[in-house]
């Protein structure tokens, strides 16, 4: 058994092959080929959820286990709001292959989602970028959506003037204009994509403000008191999520919509199923879409039978 660091995974994981590690992995989703059980989950009193993801490629050599911890109060004690390790093992004999320091990881393979998502969704000439974050979620999205549409400008908020206008200065590029913006909606008044990175449980804005066209990424905290969008943008939405046994079970933008009767289960999509067959989806440039996520236990098991195939 050996140790893979942050530094290890940035090395060996670049972008591009993340986004083609998640499209592969929500294909692989919906055609049965992976084993992953539902993420079990608990919560503490001093706020912090634990969860257990495991996932198996069927046919494949490693078996992997998620363990994630999220705390959103963790940044005032200069910790990461997420932190993650991945343990790999042999399929055959349970034997320990390697643990993996797997912040780096679980904000790439979020990112990538996205990306896949946005692709499919997002309209054609989408170009201005909105993002609601500053942490390692939002940085990965830069990355991983310039991939998938021509960005040319990123607009982003955090209630700290600091932290937007830093995350400004350190992820401008060039032919990419970043701003900083001081009020919210601004951002959704001119996005074409939105990314929601937060720890939020009150909805963001309001959703009726959104312009019809727009897509949203929402893949802030996925628990039941979690809540990044309001009832009024689902219901408007074309909704999709990365699974729909967990958005049933643990997201909050899902699951409080549906206890309200304000959308049906019918109408929930998933990523992998559209994919596949993706004559199922039926958009025009002018509805609103939704892309919901919490992570799938399948992202991180496609992503350890590559990074195994190349460390070992």
């Known amino acids: 058994m050996f140790w893979v660091s942050e530094r290890t995974v940035e090395e060996n994981l670049s972008v591009e092959t993340s986004i083609r590690l998640a499209r592969e992995a929500y294909l692989r989703l919906a ?5 992953s059980p539902e993420r079990a989950w608990l919560l503490t009193k001093d706020g912090l959820s ?6 198996y490629i069927i046919g494949g050599r490693v078996v992997s286990v998620k363990i994630a911890r999220l705390n959103p109060r963790n940044p005032n004690r200069a910790l990461p709001s997420v932190q993650a390790t991945i343990h790999a093992y042999d ?15 679980t904000a790439l393979r979020t990112a990538a989602s996205s990306a896949v998502a946005t692709d ?3 309209h054609k000439n989408a170009s ?3 993002i609601f974050g500053t942490g390692k ?5 830069v990355q991983a959506l310039k991939t998938a549409r021509k960005i040319s400008r990123v607009l982003i908020y955090s209630r700290s003037t600091a932290r ?3 995350f400004a200065k350190e992820t401008s590029e060039n032919g990419i204009e970043v701003r900083p913006i001081a009020k919210p909606l601004e951002i959704v008044r001119d996005a074409d994509i939105l990314v929601l990175a937060t720890n939020s449980t009150k909805p963001l804005f309001p959703g009726r403000l959104v312009r019809m066209g727009t897509h949203v990424n929402a893949v802030g905290a996925a628990t039941p008191e979690a809540r990044e969008i309001d009832t009024e943008f689902v219901k408007r939405s074309i909704i999709v999520v990365d699974s729909k046994a967990q958005a049933l079970a643990s997201y909050g933008d899902i699951m409080k919509p549906l ?3 304000a959308i049906r289960k019918s109408q929930i999509r998933e990523l992998g199923d559209l994919l596949l067959h993706p004559e199922k989806l039926n958009r025009s440039d002018e509805d609103v879409t939704l892309f919901k996520s919490g992570g799938v236990a399948a992202l991180d098991g496609v992503a350890m039978e590559y990074l195994m195939s190349r460390l070992l």
């Open 120 to 122: 499919l969704l997002a």
């Open 259 to 261: 206890k309200q009767g």
């Open 50 to 55: 634990v969860y257990s993801m495991p996932s």
């Open 31 to 35: 055609k049965g080929e992976v084993a």
């Open 91 to 105: 399929s055959t004999t349970g034997r320990e292959l390697a643990r993996v320091e797997a912040e780096t990881l």
């Open 128 to 130: 201005v970028l909105g």
């Open 164 to 166: 937007r206008e830093k």
């Open 137 to 141: 979620q939002a940085k990965a999205h």
